[in-house]
Every structure is written in C-alpha cells, then in structure tokens.
C-alpha cells in the first residue's frame, strides 16, 4: 500500500480515519475523494490539511469519469470506501440517493478499482445488515435480513464486494461496524442531536419506548479497526467491528442530560420510526484474532464526547442552518406536536 483513496473521508467516521492514517502513516499519500453531500464537511479534515502525505478531490462515487481520473491521478493501489448515505431516517423519507451512492456507488468503485489494477478495496459497512436481533450476537456468517433502506443498500454493495471477489478475484474486504459516536458527527445522529438539542434546552424526541438497544463504538477505535483489518484482513472476508457495549437508548439519552446538567424532562417520547429495529448486537472476535482491541470506556467516551460539543460550538452552529432545519421540520414537526 502506498497511494490510498479514502472515498466518504470528509464525514464523521471516514475523517477519523483520514487523520489516524496522516499521522500514523507518513509513507503513504491518503487521498480523501468526497462529494461533499450535507453531511460532508471539510472543517473535519482542518487538523491535516497542510500535511504532505494528505490530498482532498471532490467527486462523486457513482461518477464513473470522475473516479477513474482520480485513480489515474494518484495512481491509487488501494481504496477504502467510507462513501454512502448513512442516516437511517433519511433513507425513509428518500431512499433514491442511497441507492445511488451506497450501491451503484460501490459498484462503479470496485469495477474502476478492479480495472486499474488496485491491491485492495476495502468496504466500510455497518451492523445493520443482519437486521434486528432480539437475542445473542451476529456473527460474520450470518444471513442478511436488513430492514430499512439504508441497511438494504448497504447489504446491496456488501454483496457486490463480494462478487467482485469471487467473480474477478479482486482482493476485498469488509467491515461491519456499530453505532459510532465521537466529535465530527453530523447533528442528526442521536448523540450529536441530543446533546446539541438539550444544550439549548429542546426537547428530545426519542422513538417510540426508548427501550431499543444499539451496541456503541467510539469513532478512533472505529477507525483503528478499519486499519487493522485493511492491513491483516484475509481476502474476500469480513469482520464485525463491535464496541460490545449495549445500551438502551432512554440510559443514553438520561446520561447525556446528567452529563449536561439538564432536566429529564426535555425527554419526549414521540412516535416511533418506522421498521424499527429494536437490537443490534455483534461480537468482535474475529477482528480481536487480527490483532484490533478497543480503547474506549463508553462512559469516559460519551463524558468525553459531550464535552466536545460544548466546546466546539462553532463546528455544529453553522450546521443547524438552512437545509438542516428543513429536515428538522419534516423528521421531528409532527411527531412533537402529535404528543402535545
Ligand atoms: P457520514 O454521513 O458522516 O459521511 C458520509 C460521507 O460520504 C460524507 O462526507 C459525504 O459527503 C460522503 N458521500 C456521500 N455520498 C457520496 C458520493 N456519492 N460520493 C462521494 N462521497 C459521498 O457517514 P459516517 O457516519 O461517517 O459513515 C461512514 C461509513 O461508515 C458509511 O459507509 C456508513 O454506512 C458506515 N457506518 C457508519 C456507522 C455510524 O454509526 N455512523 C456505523 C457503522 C458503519
Ligand atoms: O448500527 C450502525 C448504524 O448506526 C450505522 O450503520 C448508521 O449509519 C448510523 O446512522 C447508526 O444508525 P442508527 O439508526 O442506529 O443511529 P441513530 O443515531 O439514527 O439512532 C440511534 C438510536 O436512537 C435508534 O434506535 C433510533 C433512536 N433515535 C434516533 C434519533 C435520531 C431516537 O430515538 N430519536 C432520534 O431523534
């Protein structure tokens, strides 16, 4: 490896990454290659924008011309592809542009990737694949069962990694990762969103019970692990990144208002999402036997994380603007005023 594309590095989990690689590996040229969608944001990238072995393009996945210059350009040997739409509820009310990125996008990836020759790609997924689990853990060879359209489309370039694979032999690998929270998270996610919302005391509109259960991944061990697998993955396989700490969402959200020192009563409990997926939960050991371990305590992580908004208001304030209180309006407008 020595000229990587990093495809999706200017959002929250892909720039993580951009900035671990930077400083951790001064041979290799890290290209960031992003659209620059809503949740892109260059102000993610400010801490390694002067660094020699750091180059930004704009472009899009699914551009075909685009991306086979940025591969020429660079003479890339490697791709990590973060690129997708990612937020959950967006892919309810319009699922067109997942799609678009994270299936036609992978796809136009690994066949530029695979006829320019590159050593490796590797594909950045989620835990959402496998679909809700009531019980247990998922592990690698699990089936497939996703439910909303976010996870379907992610399911859809997983298979395609695959085939590109067994069809092609193209050296690919995949990780499934969990939910991730850290600093640089577009304020749509429920940390971000919520500490942000409760530090201008607003209410929190929290689906259905609150009871469902997400498995919480700090955002640099999300990004070591896509290190540790992209360099001792075993070709064509996959490796659950799980932070292996469960969490219902009302304690989530109870102890950022603590951390906060805000009332509970800006907790609403608002109509659910719709599909829902109630658990998520994976093991790691697969990855763990390739060497990653996590760093992060959840609780030193969120205290650490809420701190981060508090003190970067100017990184999300210009973001709750304009396009982002359109959404607001459309995701949150009825549910609030349903249960008032
Ligand atoms: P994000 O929404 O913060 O960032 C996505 C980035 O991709 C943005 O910079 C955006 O501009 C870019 N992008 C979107 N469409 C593009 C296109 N067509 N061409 C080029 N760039 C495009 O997402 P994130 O939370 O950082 O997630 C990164 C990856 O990790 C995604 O593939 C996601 O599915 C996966 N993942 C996320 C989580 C999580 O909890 N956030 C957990 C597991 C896996
Ligand atoms: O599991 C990995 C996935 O985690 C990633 O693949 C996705 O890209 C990422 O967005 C995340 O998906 P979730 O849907 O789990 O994350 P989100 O932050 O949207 O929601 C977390 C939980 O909180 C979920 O059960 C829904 C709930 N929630 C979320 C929001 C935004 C609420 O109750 N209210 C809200 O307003």
């Known amino acids: 490896m020595k000229n990587i594309l990093v495809t999706g590095g200017a959002g929250f989990i892909g720039s993580a990454f951009v900035r671990h690689m930077v400083a951790n590996y001064p041979d290799y040229n890290i290209v960031c290659y992003d659209k620059l969608t809503y949740a892109g944001n260059v102000d993610n990238l400010l801490p390694v924008s002067d660094e020699e072995n750091y180059r930004f393009e704009r472009g899009d996945i699914a551009d075909r011309r685009a991306v086979q210059h940025v591969l020429e350009q660079y003479a890339i040997d490697t791709i990590v592809n973060f690129a997708a739409e ?173 951390l906060l020192g805000k009332p509970q009563s800006l907790i609403r409990h608002v109509p659910d999402r719709e599909g829902h997926d109630r658990r998520y939960a994976m093991t790691a050991e697969k990855a763990r036997a390739l060497g990653w371990q996590r760093q992060f305590d959840f609780d030193r992580g969120l205290e650490a994380t809420v701190r981060w908004y508090q003190e970067n208001e100017w990184w999300w304030r210009k973001i709750k603007t304009g396009d982002y209180l359109e959404y607001y309006k459309r995701q949150y407008a009825e549910r609030l005023a349903s249960i008032r």
């Open 86 to 258: 990612s937020h959950v509820d967006r892919s309810i009310l319009e699922p067109d542009a997942f799609i678009h990125t994270d299936v036609v996008g992978a796809y136009i990836l690994l066949d530029e990737g695979r006829k320019h020759g590159i050593e490796r790609f590797c594909q950045v997924s989620t835990d959402e694949v496998y679909g809700d689990i009531e019980v247990g853990h998922s592990v690698e060879d699990d089936r497939f069962l996703p439910n909303s359209p976010y996870a379907a489309s992610k399911a859809g370039g997983e298979l395609m990694v695959r085939a590109y694979h067994v069809t092609y032999g193209l050296d690919t690998v995949i990780t499934r990762g969990s939910n991730t929270y850290g600093p640089y998270q577009y304020p749509e996610k429920l940390v971000p969103f919520f500490t942000t919302e409760a530090m201008d005391d607003r209410p929190l509109p929290l689906y259905g019970d609150g009871e469902q259960i997400r498995d919480w991944l700090h955002v640099d061990d999300h990004a070591r692990g896509v290190d540790c697998i992209l360099h001792f993955g075993r070709p064509g396989e996959a490796y659950n990144l799980a932070g292996e700490n469960q969490r219902h969402n009302i304690n989530v959200t109870r102890r950022i208002l603590d």
